[in-house]
């Protein structure tokens, strides 16, 4: 087990990794990494370090076959790990559990182990944040208009001893672990944007725990995953909350509440959020003017859309268009 120092680091823990399943490590400035590739297993591990007692892991990993695995350690910290393409059995200490994408998992990094994978797809990505307990106790502490209930729930968590808890990626976690993951800048400017998007991961985790009791059922999951699918296939003209209750075989009432729930909004801002997206992915393209867009993402009336754009984003569209031909 790595011992506990004042300098426990990302460096540390992916030198260690890599000794112990046969990877290679190199060390860079502001981020180290661990590449593999062997029959069983192949891709790379990135850290960055931000701050004492805190760093980040980008698991790019293609699982091949049934294969063992065996993981480092720090004393008094947690590791969440947030799966973004994963399907695979994992059999440990504590016993056996299927991980997905669109969740995460919470658990103690006090012991190396040793974990046997079986991959049910070779895909596998997933984002790492360890942290110090006593980081997250202060932080929690500091928090004085947190409910003690959630206090309580928050610091049962960090102080359990055994096994982990998994639960499913709401949508505003989901947007800040996509800005995370795709951020493009180099060198401290990518660590301070970094360092600022987990101050916001970490306030929607506590706040998560509001309803950490009251976790989605896997079979309402497996709906809210198709009532996702639908929605994103059909922003442009979305099914009625009727049309898409008897599409994945829901009441509306039951849907309308699960819903809300599992991605932490209602379906109707669900649908808005997707026609934002793609409206401000296609102003950046500089394919479209603000006409065929708005008839892209299905509004009828361009200034409904104007007006939209600018309670979401801060900005007309043809700011936005203005900005980006000018860089």
């Known amino acids: 087990m790595i011992a506990l120092t004042d300098n426990n680091s ?3 823990y992916l030198s260690f990794v890599a000794d112990a399943n046969k990877g290679k490590y190199e060390t860079h400035k502001l981020e180290s990494t661990c590449q593999f590739g062997n029959s069983a297993y192949s891709g790379s591990m990135a850290g960055i370090q931000l701050q004492s007692g805190i760093f980040l892991i980008f698991n790019r990993l293609n699982i091949k076959e049934p294969s063992s695995y065996h993981q480092g350690s720090f004393k008094d910290h ?3 790990s947030f799966y ?4 695979l059995d994992v059999i440990n200490s504590v016993g056996s559990y299927n991980l997905r994408k669109g969740h995460f998992k919470i658990n103690l990094f006090d012991s190396p182990s040793d974990i046997q994978l079986k991959p049910k797809q070779e895909c596998f990505e997933s984002l790492d944040l360890i942290i110090r307990k006593g980081i997250l ?3 929690i502490s500091n928090q004085p208009t947190l409910p003690f209930n959630i206090k309580k729930n928050l610091f049962r968590l ?5 096994r982990h808890k998994i639960y499913p990626v709401n949508m505003k976690l989901r947007a800040i672990l996509d800005q995370i993951w795709n951020n493009k800048e180099e060198g401290i400017f990518k660590l301070l944007s970094t360092q600022s998007l987990v101050c916001e991961l970490l306030k929607l985790l506590i706040v998560y725990n509001e309803t950490i009791d009251l976790p ?3 079979g ?3 709906r809210m995953e198709l009532a996702k699918k639908i929605l994103e296939t059909n922003y442009r003209t979305p099914p009625t909350i009727a049309q898409l209750a008897r599409n994945i075989g ?3 009432q039951k849907l309308k509440k699960t819903f809300k729930d599992y991605f932490q909004t209602t379906i109707h801002q669900y649908v808005h959020n997707i026609k934002m997206k793609y409206s401000w992915s296609m102003i950046s393209s500089g394919k479209y003017n603000v006409n065929e867009i708005a008839d892209k993402i299905g509004y009828c009336n361009t200034s409904k859309f104007i007006s939209a754009f600018k309670n979401k984003f801060g900005m007309t569209p043809g700011k936005l268009m203005a900005e980006k031909s000018m860089t």
């Open 137 to 139: 106790k202060k932080v």
């Open 84 to 87: 973004r393409a994963a399907n």
């Open 220 to 222: 309402d999951q497996q």
């Open 216 to 218: 989605v059922k896997t």
């Open 250 to 252: 829901m009441n509306e």
């Open 78 to 80: 947690l590791k969440i």
């Open 158 to 162: 960090i102080n359990k001893t055994s």
């Open 10 to 12: 990302v460096h540390q």
